[in-house]
C-alpha cells in the first residue's frame, strides 16, 4: 500500500496534527535532500506517512532485554 492508501486509513485528527510550521520544516528538509519540491499536500501526506512508520515500528526496548543483553555482553567479555 502506497502513503496515499495509507492516509485514507487514518483518522481526521491525525491528518491535522502537523502544524503549518513543522510542514513548512518538512518541505524545507524534502528540498535539501532531494532537490523536489512538494506541494502542501504532497508534504502533509508523506509527514503523516513518516509518523505513522514511527508509530508502528518504534517501540522501547522491555527492561527485561535490556538487562539480559547487559548479561550476556558481560559475561562473553569475561569468558
Known amino acids: 500500500m502506497n502513503h496515499a492508501g495509507i492516509i485514507k486509513l487514518l483518522p481526521q485528527w491525525q491528518k491535522t496534527m502537523i502544524s503549518d510550521q513543522a510542514l ?3 518541505k524545507m528538509i524534502w528540498k535539501d535532500e ?3 519540491d512538494m506541494t502542501d ?3 502533509l501526506d508523506a509527514a503523516v506517512a513518516l509518523l505513522h512508520l514511527f508509530d508502528v515500528i518504534y ?3 522491555p527492561k527485561a532485554w ?3 543483553y547487559d548479561n ?3 559475561n562473553h567479555g569475561t569468558a
Open 24 to 26: 513548512q520544516e518538512f
Open 34 to 36: 532531494t532537490g523536489q
Open 41 to 43: 499536500k504532497e508534504a
Open 59 to 61: 517501540r522501547p526496548i
Open 66 to 68: 535490556s538487562d539480559e
Open 72 to 74: 550476556q555482553t558481560q
